[in-house]
């Protein structure tokens, strides 16, 4: 079956009071262009799987001479020895070079939304001599031309996090990370079926720290202030992009700035990792793990951090499992339910508030948190000063269109 690409929803509700309306949050995609965030009025985004970027946004970025004709809804992009002319609504590209003349199909057709003609990003980032990247987990496009692939790249043994408060290095042994850092809170068997040491006691410090053969190799964190090998530094809007197995989160409302950062060698994902990643006890790992950074991200802003309320959660994974085995994204239950109500099914007491996001085509906590961290009425649900508690859910089934289904539930 093919994959849909991941999606959000958002419901927030008051006992008394209207309740606000559901809101789908569409994700915008940061585009970065040798290590610059692409500057566009019109943002890039995803139609059919694809990435479409502002026509004169991305050619200027790349150095390409382009043409826009209105009336004949066409475009013409010239990179000094080939011609690439595409036109609105069509698939088809004629390309011309040395005086030869080919056509050739595009995965989707060039559009124009709010007044601006966006175009296939992969296509003419490719065929302008760009290497382009997209990052699944991350939702980010990473382009680089080639004077920035000619570039010498150091390709750093360690990679080293740092907060106000502590240093940790890939390849420090378990013992060294421990008389830096402390025991861990918690140990989690997560991302790559790895053992995560999770320190949450005090979220100002949140981080998680993989280990692998009594070493560390890679780490997670969303914490106020960390910098990874100096480059990547939070609350910054300019950051290096070519660093190996780092994924970094942008926050769309704060300037795009980062605000999250994950160092993971793809080289720990195997057959057994993967099959590991569709199982119960990883979902529920990802529930808890997805948890930790809600708070993290509360106490960045100021906020109390939630209480994990087992009823709240189990309402929420019930959730995640009815979407995910009956194959529908919806707020609304087959059989007409809300959140609110799916709670005092299971015996949920009186509340204040309740509210729910949900999240589909995501397979980590991590990434779910990152996309509801980037869409406005998710955002403001995990912000909430009417919450106190909290529980999340998530469930996976392979025959459905989005795979994996999270749910997020509060309550105040």
């Not at 769309?252 to 993967?274: G, I, M, W």
């Not at 009823?311 to 959730?319: G, K, Q, S, T």
Request: with cysteine; aromatic share 10%; proline share 3%.
């Amino acid at each position: 079956m093919k994959r849909k690409i991941g999606v959000l929803l958002s419901a927030l509700l008051f006992v008394g009071a209207f309740g606000a309306p559901s809101a789908f949050g569409a994700q915008e995609i940061p585009v970065t262009v040798d290590g610059e965030l692409l500057q566009t009025d019109t943002p890039a985004q995803l139609i059919d799987g694809n990435t479409m970027v502002p026509l004169r946004a991305i050619c200027d970025a790349l150095g390409a001479e382009v043409d826009w004709n209105a009336s004949e809804q066409k475009i013409t992009i010239s990179d000094g020895t080939t011609v690439h002319t595409l036109v609105v609504g069509s698939r088809t590209v004629t390309t011309t070079q040395d005086g030869k003349t080919e056509n050739q199909l595009i995965a989707v057709a060039p559009v124009v939304i709010d007044g601006r003609t966006l175009v296939p990003l992969r296509y003419v980032g490719e065929n302008l001599g760009a290497e382009v990247v997209w990052n699944a987990s991350a939702k980010t496009v990473t382009i680089r031309t080639q004077d920035d692939i000619d570039k010498p790249i150091a390709q750093m043994e360690t990679i080293t996090l740092k907060t106000p408060w502590r240093t940790i290095t890939t390849g420090m042994s378990v013992d060294e990370l421990i008389a830096e850092r402390g025991k861990p809170d918690r140990i989690d068997k997560s991302i790559g079926g790895l053992d995560w040491y999770v320190y949450n006691r005090d979220y100002e410090e949140f981080m998680m720290v993989a280990i692998d053969k009594d070493t560390v190799c890679g780490f997670y964190t969303n914490a106020k202030e960390f910098s990874v090998n100096d480059k990547i530094v939070a609350g910054e809007t300019t950051y290096l992009t070519n660093l190996p197995d780092i994924t970094v989160y942008l926050d769309k409302y704060a300037n795009n700035a980062v605000h999250a950062v994950l160092v993971f060698p793809d080289e720990y994902r195997s057959q057994a990792s993967t099959a590991y990643e569709t199982s119960t006890e990883y979902l529920a790992v990802q529930a808890k793990e997805n948890f930790d950074c809600v708070n993290t991200f509360r106490f960045n802003h100021g906020l109390a951090p939630l209480k994990w309320d087992d009823l709240v959660a189990e309402a929420a994974r019930l959730h995640a499992e009815d979407m995910a085995e009956q194959n529908y994204f919806s707020h609304t239950g087959l059989d007409g339910s809300q959140p609110h109500e799916r709670y005092y099914n299971i015996g949920g007491t009186s509340y204040g508030a309740y509210g729910e996001n949900i999240s589909a085509g995501r397979s980590t906590g991590i990434a779910n948190f990152d996309g509801w961290v980037n869409s406005e009425g998710h955002r403001n649900n995990m912000l909430h000063t009417s919450y106190t508690t909290m529980g999340v859910g998530a469930a996976y089934n392979s025959d459905s269109d989005y795979g994996y289904y999270f749910v997020q539930n509060f309550k105040g």
